[in-house]
C-alpha cells in the first residue's frame, strides 16, 4: 500500500461512488427500444404491462402496479385507500417515507430503531401507536427486512395499515417469502441506486386487485378513462423506455442478490476481527438484497469516527456515505412536527456509527481487497488520519466561509497562496469574515492578527484558525 492520501496529500489512485447501476447489454436494450420506436407508443403501454407481469410472477403476489418512481407509490396508496390521521414511521429513514404521510395531510409519529438491525423497533412502535395511530409505513433499511414475525400479528390485533416502503429491498425475503408479499402493499424503487434500475421509477405489490385497479387510474390524473375523474391523482405513468430497461433488470435481479452476497462476504472476512468495526445486522430470516452494505465504525476501539473514515477515504476517492443523516427528527424544516417525540436513541446510535461503503454488482473482487486494506490503514495510523481529517474539515470550512462572505466559490487549492485581498476581501468583508470564523469555530480572531502582515493569504488563514480551534473545542 502506498502511503495513505489524506497523509500525503497525494490525489486519489481511483474514484469509486458508493453505488452505481449495473445495466443490461445495451444491444439487448437497443433492439427492443426500436420496437418502442416503431409502435409510438412511449408511455404506459406493452412494455409496463410485461413489467407488471414479471414483478408480480417474481414477488409472488397478485398485483404489481408500475410507477414513475417509489415516492410517488407512498404518496397515492394511502390517498386511494383514504387513509387519515396518524401515521407511524421510523426517524431512520430517507425523507421520502415522511413526504408520503405529509402529502395525504397525516400527522407523522416518528419511532426508534433498532441500533444492530437499524429496522423500526417493534417494541417502540407498539409504544407508539397507543396514540391511536392506524397506519404504519415500516422501511427495509438498505434491503433488510423488518421483523415481520414480531409486526404482522399487530396488523389483526390492532387492525392496522401496513404499507412498507420498500425501496431498497426488491429481492429481499424473509423465512423464504418475497419482500412484496407483506402488509396491505409493499412499495418498491427502481431509481439509479437501487439494486434493480429502471432510470427512474416504481412498483407497488399487492394482493388487493381492488386497491391495484385504482391505483392503476390514480397514476394516471384519476382519470377512469372518460375524463371525469374519481380522485385527485398524479400523473405517475412509468414510460415505456424505463419499464423496458427495467425489465431486463429484473431479469437478472436474482443473480445480481447472490453477486452482492459475494461481495459482502469478502467484504466482511476480511474485515473480521478488526477492532471497533463491525456490520448491520441482517436477520437471519432475511435475505437482504444489500442495496447498500453499511459497517458500523465504533471511534473508542477503531481510533477513527465514521465521519472521519468517510474522509480519509473521500481522500482516496472513493466515496462512501452516512446514510440516512440528518434523521428525520433533526430536519431543519420538519422539526415542529414532532415536538413531544423522542428521544431516538436507537437510531442515534446508528448515525454515530454507521457508514455505507461502495457495493454494486458489477465491482470486482480487487477493488473490495483495495478498500479493505485502505480502511485497515486507516486504523493502524488512526492517530494522524484523525489530525489530517480534523484539518481538512477546518479548511474546508475556512473555504466555505470566505466563500459566502465573497458571493462565489473559492478553490484553496487554486487560491490558497493568493492575498486574501486579491480574493476581493477589502476590509468591510473582512470584518465579517473573522466574525463568521469566530462563530463557526467558537475562536477568538484578533483583528490586527488576521488583517496584518502575519498571514496575508488564505493558506495562512486556514492555517491560523487550525492552531485556534485546536486549543478550544476540537
Ligand atoms: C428508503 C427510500 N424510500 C424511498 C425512496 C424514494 O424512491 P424514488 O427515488 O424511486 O422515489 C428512496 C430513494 O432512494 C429510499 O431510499
Known amino acids: 500500500l502506498r502511503e495513505l492520501a489524506i497523509l500525503s496529500g497525494m490525489p486519489p ?31 404506459n403501454d406493452r412494455w409496463v404491462r410485461e413489467l407488471e407481469a414479471q414483478a408480480a410472477a417474481y414477488i409472488g403476489c397478485r398485483e404489481v402496479v408500475a410507477l414513475a418512481n417509489a415516492t410517488s407509490g407512498l404518496v397515492l396508496v394511502p390517498k386511494v385507500l383514504g387513509l387519515t390521521g ?29 441500533p444492530e438491525t437499524f429496522n423500526i423497533d417493534p417494541s417502540a412502535l407498539e409504544a407508539a401507536l397507543t396514540s391511536g395511530a392506524k397506519t404504519v409505513l415500516p422501511v427495509y433499511i438498505f434491503g ?44 418498491f424503487s427502481l431509481a439509479p441506486t437501487k439494486v434493480t434500475v429502471a432510470g427512474e421509477g416504481g412498483l407497488v405489490a399487492t394482493n388487493d386487485q381492488a386497491l391495484a385497479r385504482e391505483l392503476r387510474i390514480a397514476r394516471n390524473y384519476g ?29 437478472r435481479t436474482e443473480e445480481a442478490v447472490d453477486r452482492r452476497h459475494a461481495l459482502v462476504s469478502r467484504y466482511r472476512s476480511a474485515l473480521e476481527g478488526l477492532p471497533g468495526c463491525s456490520f448491520q445486522k441482517i436477520d437471519p430470516r432475511c435475505r437482504s438484497t444489500y442495496n447498500y452494505f453499511a459497517v458500523l465504525i465504533e471511534s ?5 469516527t465514521n465521519a472521519e473514515l468517510h ?9 462512501s456515505k452516512i446514510y440516512f443523516a440528518p434523521p428525520l427528527h433533526r430536519q431543519t424544516r420538519f422539526t415542529h412536527l414532532f415536538e413531544g417525540q423522542g428521544p431516538f436513541p436507537g437510531a442515534e446510535q446508528v448515525l454515530s456509527r454507521v457508514l455505507c461503503l461502495p457495493l454494486y454488482q458489477h465491482m470486482e473482487d480487487a477493488v473490495v481487497d483495495r478498500i479493505v486494506e485502505i480502511v485497515r490503514a486507516c486504523h493502524a495510523r488512526a492517530g494522524e488520519v484523525r489530525e489530517a481529517t480534523r484539518r481538512k474539515r477546518i479548511g474546508r470550512s475556512v473555504e466555505e466561509v470566505v ?27 473582512m470584518i465579517q469574515l473573522l466574525s463568521e470564523l469566530e462563530e463557526r469555530f467558537s475562536i477568538k480572531v484578533r483583528d490586527e492578527q488576521v488583517t496584518g502582515e502575519n498571514f496575508g493569504t488564505l493558506d495562512r488563514l486556514v492555517r491560523f484558525v487550525e492552531a485556534q480551534a485546536g486549543k478550544g473545542k476540537p
Not at 461512488?17 to 408511455?43: C, H
Open 13 to 43: 489512485e481511483m474514484q469509486l461512488p458508493v453505488s452505481q447501476p449495473t445495466l443490461p447489454p445495451f444491444e439487448e436494450y437497443a433492439v427492443l427500444m426500436k420496437e418502442i420506436f416503431a409502435s409510438r407508443m412511449l408511455t
Open 86 to 114: 396518524e401515521a407511524c414511521l421510523p426517524t431512520f429513514t430517507f425523507p421520502a417515507t415522511l413526504h408520503a404521510i405529509l402529502w395525504n395531510g397525516m400527522k407523522p409519529r416518528l419511532v426508534d430503531s433498532d
Open 144 to 187: 433488510n427486512s423488518p421483523d415481520w414475525a414480531r409486526l404482522t400479528p399487530l396488523i389483526e390485533k390492532r387492525d392496522l395499515v401496513f404499507i412498507s416502503d420498500a425501496a431498497h429491498a426488491l429481492g429481499s425475503r424473509w423465512e423464504g417469502r418475497m419482500a412484496g408479499m407483506f402488509g396491505k402493499a409493499e412499495i
Open 223 to 251: 382519470n377512469p378513462g372518460n375524463y371525469d375523474c374519481v380522485i385527485a391523482g398524479l400523473n405517475a405513468r412509468l414510460s415505456e423506455f424505463h419499464a423496458l430497461l427495467a425489465h431486463l433488470c429484473l431479469a
Open 300 to 304: 473508542d476501539r477503531f481510533g477513527l
Open 311 to 319: 474522509d480519509a477515504l473521500e481522500a482516496e476517492g472513493i466515496q
Open 403 to 429: 466563500s459566502s462572505v465573497l458571493g462565489r466559490p473559492v478553490d484553496r487549492a487554486k487560491a490558497g497562496a493568493l492575498d486574501l485581498r486579491d480574493l476581493g476581501l477589502g476590509s468591510l468583508r
